[in-house]
Every structure is written in C-alpha cells, then in structure tokens.
C-alpha cells in the first residue's frame, strides 16, 4: 500500500503531539502494541539535511518520540517543547515508517511547517 500524505505545522517552542489511528484494508484498527516500531525523520528535502528523528543514533539525536499502542490513536508522535525551540526551518519534509521483522512499511509521509515562535 502507498504511504499517506498529510502535511503537518509544528508550534516551535510548543509541545507537539499527533495522534494517528492506522487501519487495515477491513477499516480495523491494527494492534501495533507487540512486534512493531516506528521510525521517523526530518529532513530539509528528500536526501537533505537531517533536523530531526527517533534514532539515538543520528546527529540530532533521539528528538521525535513515537508510542504505538494496541487500539484507537495506535501511533503518537510527540515532541518535547525544547525539541521543537530548537528547530529553526521555515519548510521541511518527513516520512514515518513502522517496521515489523525484516518488513518496513512507510505508512505517512508529507511536508512540514514550522510555525516560528513570537514569545521567547
């Protein structure tokens, strides 16, 4: 199946959360709460600069949490508010994959706007 699109705004300065409720062919909710993680990032464009992602390992560090649950908003994508202070792009673009096994699925994807902070 192709991956979604949705463009999202982030608050700079604001705690970001998205809850996502993702479903199967059938309209169900799919249990995503054992055998599957998520991953996501960041980037100024496809194959761009990183700003931000769920992997400790990247540059950015582990900026971007994702909980996975078994039922209703069974992904959310959170971000603290000193994460989202620290971001300084006007556009960027982001997929979200969930992996199960050796299967990665990219379920969402789209562009970024941050919504720049007035008070500091």
């Known amino acids: 199946m192709a991956a979604g699109k949705y463009d999202i705004t982030i608050e700079q300065g604001a705690t970001f959360t998205l809850p996502i409720s993702y479903k199967d062919s059938n309209d169900a909710v799919i249990n995503l709460s054992s055998g599957y993680s998520a991953r996501m990032r ?8 990183l700003l931000a992602s769920t992997e400790s390992g990247d540059s950015t560090g582990a900026t971007i949490t994702i909980a996975l649950a078994s039922s209703g908003n069974n992904i959310t994508i959170s971000m603290t508010a000193d994460n989202t202070a620290a971001l300084s792009f006007d556009h960027a673009v982001y997929d979200l994959e969930l992996v199960s096994g050796s299967v990665v699925d990219r379920i969402i994807q789209g562009r970024i706007k941050l919504a720049k902070e007035v008070t500091v």
């Open 42 to 49: 960041i980037k100024e464009s496809v194959g761009g600069t």
